[in-house]
């Protein structure tokens, strides 16, 4: 007999212990009995004096009923354990079923005959088939295959539970990494009886994943030595090569088309000199062996901007490029319908990839309030921005009535961003109004100033910082400049300096962001040079979240790393998928890092990490600091090359299907032990109520 | 046994103690009705209209033959019976039953263990005592009742004629009730104070820790002519018991911690059995009148009953 139970058996015997010493306390506490009035006690005594004579049988009894008692815990027990009888059948075998869910089996061609009926639908008919083929001692694993290996099961034989587990599996939006699940594969295998692994997929694997495995070179690991990792040790070999000796890997294949026009690539970025207008790159491939046609629509929201027919030779590639197109709304969505005609090359059993987004940074009119004596460099330098409407007043304005002047009187709402030329108020205003300063000086400074440089020069610029793109300051001349002392703490980041002096500094506060330059615009000659008006229009599209080199449009089945723009003490991000599914996502380094699994439209949220978190289940009522998106897409030639691979051939050695599983004689006890369990409960609640055994 | 708590895990419910106190609506009306309808069945029974109808034991001057005696010196000759001396040779004196007004003294057992049941025992002990107080007094016999537990608890001093009733009624409502059972002690008390012997009817459940031979025949031994009535509650003799139980003996207080099975509940239903028959054969063996009732009979039935038998009527 061997125990199959997940309960190790220290744990059984303190359980045991537990429940016995229980049990037995329960006896020996004294019951606290009903109380009942009778006319005449004496009655009752003879009687019971008659009984008296039977005590020790008495006794006896209440031991009887104990010991039932005792019997029933250790028989649950040991059905806990999991008892077989001939669990060694040399017939038996461990199996691994790697089902691949990677994004070509959503591919509908998993029966001709059934509409929509999918090849992992089809998938898991035959891993089904392969459960309910295995015989009394087969034991068998789930792995789900997509951009991960993730076990779904440990080795059962459970074929119900095993069933509903492939039931619930569903396809991905990701390529399949083979190797990895061949790895996990042989790492539960090893060392196990008999071992067996089935691939159930299409085939769809690139050819250094199916070259990536190794058959026997590796020496041989000892039972119940694994290392762990599954991969190869061979010397002279790459380490990324899965030895999968001494286990029998069989295949079964699904999908039965392979014509499939998919779009490839799709991205959008705004022109750098014309940021309302953009342009859009697409790529269309045909993966199948027919001729296609193909119209293929780009839009704008839900607004067609764009539909153009294309053909399609078998296997080519065509890319197309939209200029100049107007601005509009963020999302932008390519789509590839079927062409006119009959044909089988005009028909897609593949829709994934027939879909693809991308996003489009938001542009708004900027409103700038200037705080200044009038200052033509500032006012000219601003007109270089196009989407810009600037008002200005004097800093004795300024401080008699703050809170009036910062509203636009024409809108009638705050301003985008306050400049303080040569000044720096007491009363600044509130979030989220985005504030530059020119010379910044005393208590009232933004960033903490440590005294004046005298004709400072800029030696070092952050060129990774937004404000400091394509600038170039190291010949620019400055009679004096304030040195701040960027707190790291708040968020500040120094933008450049003077050998080691922060001259120009930046922050994020929360819901705003400011950028202070130490020296005054009267006393330098930056306003004549070209970097001047760039250095405001960089600041201003920093201040909007407008990054033209930010990337918005990412290929699932790998891990996002999402630039969260300046946000500091911020550990964690919420993502939202397409399908509205959250997930939380640590941020390392101003980066939100998550993997992505779906194609679509994902928000990422930030939350002010001072504010508590909402009790599970509960509405989150928080307001979010910062808000994202970005696109995902499939993006992936492999997986829209989805023809089935009739035949899979790893590391040379071409598979075969499996036969169906011998039938064994291992039998599991544990059902016979809760039948017995449930006969002594049945014979205690009769002995019991009977007052036999009290 | 009365289950003071029928039902499982139910509290027990009022104390009969409590439920026997109140005894405002024990003789109304209908209750009049009922005794005037078992007074005119009696007389139809047992056709007399005599004053005293009721004959004593008493051997006296009467003309109904009773018995004969062997003739003693001093005894009057005219009672000689000539016809046997002339066949038997041997001089037999004539005895005739003397006719009286028979005094019938109605000994109601008040113990607390009469109070259990529902109704209480002692309810329908009132009862049948009223019923047989007014057959009595109807029959111009003397009648007094005399309540008891282990002392006289009080007393309705004998009295004669139907409208008496009432006192008897009031009587009834009114007495104390509550003690243990002594019937011996009671029955001292009685004889003691009641020189005047007659009918000593005895209604009780006769539960008595002492032993209930004692008390009868004390009333025996003292020439009374005790009736015995013995009244219990079904529900003592087949109680509804089940599982881990305290039993708390309502006179004396007595703990007793029992687990009730099956077994032994037909062990106690046999011993209370046992405990009725060994009254009743301790009463046949003596002539003394016995009769056993549970408290489902309706009283008036018992009281037929007890007519029938002619042990109360004669």
Redesign the interface.
Known sequence: MTWLGPIPASTVALVAAIAAVLTVVAYIIK?R????????????????E??DANALWKQLKRWLSLAFLLGIIGLVLVAALGPTLGARDPDARSVVILIDASASMKAQDGDPARKAFTRMDRAKERAKDLIDSMGGGDLAMVIRVDGQATPLSRFEGDKPMLRKIVNGMQASDTPADLPRALSAAADALRGRQRPLAVIISDGAYSEPQLTQVAWGTAPEAEPGTSTGTGMGTGTGRDLATVDMKGIDVKYMGVGSRSENVGIVAFNVRRYIANKAAYEVFIEVQNFGTEPARRQLALYNGETAIEVKSIELAPGQRTREIYRQLPGGESTLRASLRPGEGAGAGNSDPFPLDDQAWALLPARKTHSVLMVTRENLYLEGALLVYEDLGYEWVTPEQYDAAPAEVIKNPVTGRLYDTVIFDDVTPAVVPPPPVNLIYFHPTGEHSPFVSRGEVPRPRITETDDDHPVMRWIQLSDVNFDKSEVFVPDRTKGDVALAYYVRDPIIAARREHSRKIVAFGFSLAGTDLMLRVAFPLLLVNSLDWFAGDDADLLTTYTTGRRFRIPLDGLVDVHEVTVIDPAGKKVKAPVADGKATFYGTRVGVHQIIAYDPEEPAPVAGSPDRREPIAAFELAANLGSTTESRIAPAEELTLGGKTLEEPDAFAVSARRELWIYVVLAVLLLLAVEWITYH???T? | ?????KKK?QP?AT??AARAADRSALFDERFLRTLEHLHMVSRKMFAGNLRAERRTRKVGSGIEFADHRTYARGDDFRYIDWNLYGRLDRLLLRLFEEEEDLHIYILLDCS??MA?GNPPKMHYAMKVAAALSYVGLANLDRVALLPFSDHVLGRLPPSRGKNRIFRVFDFLRTVDIGGTTGIAEAMKTFVSQHKRRGLAVLIS?F?D?AGFEEGINTLRYNKFEPFVLQVYDLK?AS?N?H??????????G?L?????????LE??TR??ER?CKQIEDFCTARAVPFFRTHTTIPFDELVLQIFRSGGFLR
Do not use: N
């Not at chain 1, 109380?35 to 019971?48: A, D, Y």
């Not at chain 2, 046994?1 to 708590?5: R, S």
């Not at chain 2, 599982?243 to 004396?252: A, I, N, Q, R």
């Open positions: 019951m009995r009903r109380r009942f009035e009778v006319p005449f006690s004496s009655l009752w005594k003879r009687v019971l008659q009984r009977r007052r036999i009290v | 046994m009365a289950l003071l708590a895990g027990p104390s009969g607390d263990s259990i459940d539960y820790p003592e109680p018991l599982g881990d139980l305290s039993l708390v003996d309502c006179e004396t007595e007793r911690e029992v687990t009730v099975s099956k077994a032994l062990a106690y011993e209370h405990y």
